[in-house]
């Protein structure tokens, strides 16, 4: 479509995008998706697939916004792995931007070098002003990495995929992980880690945890097996106990993972995930952001998510 060949260059200013449907951009693979509304505006954040289709390889992460959820702005790209001079590899995962006083917060699942040289995973903040960044490293450090988490571990790669919940009191709050989901408060300052990491039971809990709350529920959606559908629990307080409800979104087509966003935006809730996508070409590697409608039932459960291409 229009533009797309400039925006395979070096994006340097917002390109309007018209989307007709899901997937909902077809000139970059998009993963990993992150929703914020701010306003009146719906900023969705992404990794960028490179396609390469030899394994997650997303150097960039990449913001959109709307108004209206049919014609969307890219802007420049607003973080890299290269933003983290601890970062090794030029690789991360899933991420999620979330606002406090004014500033705007990206945690990101990257990898560390550990004391003993090899490299592990860990989690890294970066923070701008604006939701479209440019965002910079918040700390100069890892916020989390594998050596804090090892009394829970269940395998090497656990201490990705980053969520933070900030509850009505104020108290802000890092949920994250694969194969062991774990979770911290976080201090005023957002950069910092206050007190004890815990785990939390959840069944089947392979990684993508992401909180939302609606009228007095908490809700924990995570991905579940592989290929991965997307399961949810519900609680009546962040700490849990989180009873399990069962699943939301079936297998996302031909990608092997699964990974979700829930928003309300303009009175409306949204079920952003991604899918193997573009059919011919897309896949495991080369997943694309899709967005559908979420409905909740009388008690407050969500009724399965209809796929569209809508
Ligand atoms: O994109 C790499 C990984 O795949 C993410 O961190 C997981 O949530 C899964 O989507």
New binding site residues.
């Given amino acids: 479509f229009a533009g797309s060949l400039s925006l395979r260059a070096q994006q340097l200013s917002d390109t309007v995008i018209h989307v007709s449907g899901n997937p909902l951009f077809t000139h970059k693979y998009t ?2 998706p992150a929703a914020l509304v701010v306003g009146d505006t719906f900023y969705l954040y992404a ?1 960028e ?1 490179t396609g390469d289709g030899k394994g ?1 390889n ?1 150097p960039n992460w990449l913001v959109f916004s709307s108004k209206d959820m049919k014609t969307w702005t890219e802007h420049p790209i607003p973080l890299r792995t290269s933003s983290f001079s601890w970062a090794t590899g030029n690789s991360s ?2 991420s999620q931007v979330v606002e406090r006083d004014g500033k705007f917060y990206w945690y990101v ?1 990257t990898e560390h070098k550990n004391e003993d040289g090899k490299r592990g995973k860990a989690i890294g903040v970066a923070v701008s002003d604006s939701p479209t960044g440019p965002f910079k490293d918040a700390r100069g450090t890892a916020l989390i990495t594998n050596n804090m988490t090892t009394q829970w571990t269940k395998i090497s790669w656990d201490d ?2 980053p969520t933070v919940w900030i509850d009505e009191d104020g108290q802000a709050y890092l949920f994250w992980g ?1 194969t062991q989901c774990y979770y911290a408060k976080l201090k005023k300052n957002m950069v910092d880690i206050e007190g004890e990491i815990m785990p939390v039971e959840l069944p089947a809990f392979t ?2 945890p992401w909180i939302h709350k609606h009228k007095d529920w908490y809700y924990l959606s995570y ?1 579940t097996g592989f290929p ?1 559908k997307i399961s949810y629990a519900m609680s009546k307080s962040i700490h849990g106990p989180w009873e399990p409800k069962g699943i939301l979104n079936e297998i996302a087509g031909n990608s092997n ?3 979700q966003a829930i928003v309300e935006f303009k009175g409306v809730w949204y079920f952003v995930y ?1 899918n193997g996508g573009r059919q011919t070409e897309g896949g495991s590697y080369r ?1 694309s952001v899709c967005i559908d409608r979420l409905y909740y039932n009388e008690d407050g459960t969500i009724q399965r998510i209809q796929m569209t291409t809508e």
Avoid: K, L, M
């Fill in positions: 993963a990993d990794g697939d997650y997303i995962w899933a699942s990705i995929d694969n990684e993508a991905a991965e993972t699964n990974h991604h997943r």
